[in-house]
């Protein structure tokens, strides 16, 4: 995640706000939007690690929402392959995303909520 700046019709990266999220041939995610409180959402998908999704200390399958100064925060975890966002009047957060073997989900995105993936997917639910 960079900020750019464009001059003499070229861009350039200003910041470099983070370059550490993993990557692989599947799962990259990559939707950003604008929410309705004019900060920045970026889905990242688990980059075909399933393990990522519920590791707190990878923000793969995670929602960011960046802040205006550069940092983030997860907004939200558990997820597989993010492949948009979308608020409704109300202002809630929607998210399309990819399941597995024909396991794909809308969820309504709340800030903090862990999604489970990839303890439970589709119309799973979790266990007691």
Not at 3 to 32: F, M, P
Not at 58 to 65: A, C, P, T, V, Y
Not at 66 to 90: I, K, V
């Amino acid at each position: 995640m960079v900020t750019i700046k464009r001059e003499n019709d070229a861009w350039y990266e200003t910041t470099i706000h983070q370059d550490a999220i993993s990557t692989g041939n599947i799962h990259h995610s990559g939707s950003l939007e604008i929410g309705p409180d004019v900060l920045h959402y970026v889905t990242i998908g688990d980059a075909g690690n399933p393990d990522h999704a519920q590791d707190a200390n990878s923000l793969n399958g995670k929602i960011l929402r960046m802040n205006e100064d550069g940092s983030f925060e997860n907004f939200s975890s558990g997820h597989r392959n993010s492949q948009g966002l979308a608020w409704n009047d109300d202002r809630i957060l929607f998210e399309a995303e990819h399941g597995q073997s024909a396991n794909d989900e809308i969820n309504r995105i709340e800030h903090g909520s862990n999604y489970g993936y990839p303890i439970i997917q589709g119309t799973e639910k979790k266990k007691d």
